[in-house]
């Protein structure tokens, strides 16, 4: 069968690929760019597991065929949260990885390294054209560096130290990141449901 990737971010569509690869997954991958009608959904839950199940049924509904979709963002402990569902339009430009990671370092720059915990975290949905759905959580912790490092991974991952690591996200290799990070436990228990529900 073949599964659609309900994104457009071609950072995220790289990582699932092979995270999906990795966990043994025989579906075909298509990105929604492949499906240029389907109309962008608006993102208007207000939790991770919200939007993704939203971006995961409108493709669905839309193509009739199963749909994975991907919410996940930055939470930062000292910002109570944010930018959360916000992080990837938390300068005002949605998508500007580098406006976004300057708005944030300037916002946390009196904030000392023992006050720089953060999480990223990532909900991985499954619907099914007949409005079967299914949704997993993954995180992954650690701190924010004060200067970016790395030129590896996407969005935030030049600042985020993961716990036990002296190095950032974006100073790990691809499938060094994918053995720890937040999407990379979402998809990994995501595949035991396409397995259950689809074979
Ligand atoms: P789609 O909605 O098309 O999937 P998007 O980039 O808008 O693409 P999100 O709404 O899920 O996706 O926003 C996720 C943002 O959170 C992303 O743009 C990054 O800024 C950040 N983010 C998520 N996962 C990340 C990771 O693994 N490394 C670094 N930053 C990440």
């Known amino acids: ?11 995220k ?16 991958l298509v990105g929604a760019d492949a499906y240029p009608d389907v109309p962008d ?7 991770f597991a919200e939007n993704a199940l939203l971006k ?3 493709l669905a509904r839309a193509t009739g065929l199963p749909a ?3 919410d996940s963002g930055l939470c930062v402990d000292v910002l109570g949260g944010a930018p ?3 992080s990837a339009r938390w300068s005002g430009k949605h998508g ?3 406006a976004n990671l300057d708005l944030l370092l300037a916002q946390l720059s009196d904030v000392p390294t023992e006050h720089r915990g953060a999480h990223f975290a990532c909900a991985a949905a499954l619907a099914l054209p007949d409005g079967t759905a299914r949704v997993v959580e993954g995180r992954l912790k650690g701190v924010l560096r004060h ?44 595949v035991a449901v396409v397995r259950e529900l689809l074979g």
């Open 68 to 70: 994975v979709a991907d």
């Open 96 to 98: 500007d990885d580098k």
């Open 13 to 28: 569509i790289a990582e699932l690929k092979a995270i999906l690869a990795d966990a043994g997954l025989r579906h075909e």
């Open 84 to 86: 959360g569902i916000f």
């Open 147 to 190: 200067k970016p490092a790395g030129t590896h991974g996407f969005g935030y991952d030049p600042v985020l130290q993961p716990d036990g690591e002296t190095r950032t996200c974006a100073e790990m290799s691809p499938d060094e990141k994918n053995a720890i990070s937040h999407r990379g436990k979402a998809f990994r228990g995501l």
């Open 41 to 47: 959904v608006r993102e208007t839950g207000v939790t």
């Open 1 to 11: 069968t073949r599964l659609i990737l309900a994104t457009r971010n071609t950072g």
């Open 56 to 58: 995961a049924h409108a």
